[in-house]
């Protein structure tokens, strides 16, 4: 075979191995590759056009179950019923929720799991994932989102002090040196201690395991003062009944802190709390809302039937025209 049939031979044999090379070897950076679209299998061009949900959706389309919190004893927000079913303004808030999802996920029959929390459990339990819902009385703070989300504000409370009549206390300065109870787990029992160490004032905290319990140590005599948000102090005085003349105690007329209500949720699930939120301004925007608070604020109870005749505050009125999930208290003064 003479050189020049050899050398046409390698040439050719040269070009077909870099077409099969460039056949099976991958596209080098810089390279433009085609184009063209990838036919999708049918159940992923169907996963696609679903909307992504979250994993708090996605647990509960799954599973058909949805978590949600409530306090035993925090009337008017939540409580328990004559049947011991709770009920109340914040459990009401979220019942909204939970018929909005059954609609949204087609889930008419999604089952609801009430679970008792208290002022120490609640926020554990939120963020631990053992709630979806914590509905109760919860103070929106930026130190509490940390760990877990809130929803919009759905209430602004006040706290105040609770004395006996003819104390006049209008300040914590007032009980310098004195016993003071408050609530465990709560905000009110934080900002005791916190001012107390600021000031000097050497206060004896007491602390109560719930705010029936903290009542009845200010009842007893073993605290001068009461100090929680008004819209419980005011309750709890309410519940007393004949046991209690509305003259036996006097709450101070200023405020020491301000404390928007809200609903608990996973911190790591933003799109759910969108869907909660939605709900509720929904309510803020159709004027529904207004209803709600009349009968838990301004109607007779259950099964009680006190009635706390307690119009909605200026500061919640801007919240509905305006609604917002800040922790800063100066937001709503």
């Not at 003479?2 to 077909?16: C, D, F, G, Q």
């Not at 056949?23 to 590759?33: C, D, E, N, Q, Y």
């Not at 929904?282 to 608070?293: C, D, F, N, Q, T």
């Not at 109607?299 to 919640?316: D, H, R, V």
Request: charged share 20%; net charge positive.
């Amino acid at each position: 075979m003479n050189a020049r049939i050899v050398i046409v031979m390698a040439a050719a044999l040269l070009a077909l191995a870099g077409t099969v090379c460039a056949a099976v070897s991958p596209p080098r950076a810089g390279k433009l590759v085609s184009t063209k679209p990838v036919t999708q299998a049918p159940h992923a061009a169907s996963r696609a056009a679903q909307p992504a949900e979250g994993p708090t959706l996605t647990r509960i389309r799954e599973t058909g179950v949805i978590v949600i919190g409530y306090r035993p004893s925090s009337a008017p927000f939540s409580f328990l019923d004559a049947q011991l079913r709770p009920t109340g303004y914040s459990v009401d808030l979220c019942e909204r929720v939970i018929a909005s999802l059954r609609v949204r996920l087609n889930l008419p029959d999604l089952e609801v799991r009430r679970v008792a929390v208290g002022s120490a459990t609640r926020m554990p339990m939120v963020s631990n994932g053992s709630l979806d819902m914590e509905c109760g009385i919860t103070t929106n703070t930026a130190e509490r989102a940390r760990s877990q989300a809130f929803s919009v504000t759905i209430f602004v409370a006040e706290t105040k002090l609770m004395s006996r009549h003819g104390e006049k206390v209008q300040s914590l300065p007032d009980l310098r040196g004195r016993p003071v109870v408050s609530t465990i787990g709560t905000t009110s029992i934080q900002h005791l201690a916190k001012v107390n160490e600021q000031q000097g004032l050497g206060i004896r905290i007491v602390a109560g395991l719930d705010d029936p319990d903290a009542f009845q140590l200010l009842r007893s005599g073993r605290a001068d003062a009461f100090l929680m948000d008004d819209v419980i102090l005011r309750t709890l005085l309410a519940q007393q009944g004949a046991a209690v003349s509305a003259d036996d105690y006097v709450i101070s007329d200023h405020a020491l802190t301000i404390e928007p209500y809200a609903i608990g949720l996973n911190r790591d699930d933003p799109m759910f709390k969108t869907m909660v939120d939605d709900v509720l301004t929904g309510l803020y925007r159709s004027g529904e809302i207004h209803a709600i608070y009349k009968r838990w604020f301004e109607s007779p109870l259950p099964p009680s039937g006190i009635n706390l005749k307690l119009p909605m505050s200026a500061a919640f009125r801007r919240v509905i025209a305006q609604p917002t999930d800040s922790p800063d208290p100066e937001r709503y003064r």
